[in-house]
């Protein structure tokens, strides 16, 4: 099973509305896969003795795993992190999400630094590579239950945009021009 993605309209409605555009322009697994998001598709029923599971975290080491129960009840300052997960930005390392109950929406900057909004549902567990731009909202479900996995200790700094001089973003767009042969334009 594919994970649903299309290019996101420009309309400043309201964030966890799905924003296609009209028509919808979807986008495939492949031109995912171009800037570095990898994607499974799981039980997620099963994913407290998950073989599968257990074969990716051994085979890319993530060794650290929790939960995050995205309701107010559950969860610290919650209006105040659903902001901060939907101001754009990088990490220094990989973020690794797996959808196990509810939804969401992950929105990824492609090349031509257009807004994809990748849709998470349970099931689907992604990595977007370190330096990719990137936000998180939910919608209008309004919940969702992720599992975040981590190589050793983990590490959650968000650096806003513009970082064109953090390491991760530089070693991002090296990839890039090696692989396209092209610089990606700094932003
Ligand atoms: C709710 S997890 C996704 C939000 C995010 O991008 C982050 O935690 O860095
Ligand atoms: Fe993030």
Same mark, same amino acid.
Request: hydrophobic share 30%; charged share 30%.
């Given at each position: 099973?594919?994970?649903?993605?299309?290019?996101?309209?420009?309309?400043?409605?309201?964030?966890?509305?799905?924003?296609?555009?009209?028509?919808?322009?979807?986008?495939?697994?492949? !031109? /995912?896969?171009? /800037?570095?998001?990898? !994607?499974?598709?799981?039980?997620?029923?099963?994913?407290?003795?998950?073989?599968? /599971?257990?074969?990716?975290?051994?085979?890319?080491? !993530?060794?650290?795993?929790?939960l995050l129960d995205l309701c107010p009840e559950k969860v610290e300052n919650y209006e105040q992190k659903l902001k901060n997960f939907y101001t754009e930005h990088i990490h220094g390392d990989e973020e690794i999400r797996y959808c196990l109950e509810g939804s969401g929406y992950f929105d990824v900057r492609d090349k031509n630094d257009r807004w994809i909004r990748i849709w998470m549902k349970p099931g689907d567990l992604i990595v977007l590579p370190a330096g990719i731009y990137h936000r998180f909202t939910l919608d209008t479900s309004? !919940?969702?239950k992720l599992m975040r996995l981590f190589v050793g200790e983990p590490v959650w700094t968000a650096y806003n945009r513009p970082q064109e001089n953090h390491p991760a973003r530089k070693e991002y767009l090296k990839n890039f021009t090696e692989k396209f042969g092209v610089p990606l334009e700094a932003h």
């Open positions: 099973m594919a994970i649903e993605a299309w290019f996101m309209d420009e309309s400043s409605e309201d964030q966890r509305l799905p924003h296609q555009t009209n028509p919808p322009e979807h986008v495939s697994m492949e !031109y /995912l896969a171009d /800037l570095g998001v990898l !994607y499974w598709n799981l039980n997620p029923k099963n994913f407290e003795n998950d073989e599968e /599971l257990k074969k990716i975290r051994e085979s890319r080491g !993530y060794s650290y795993m929790d309004n !919940y969702v």
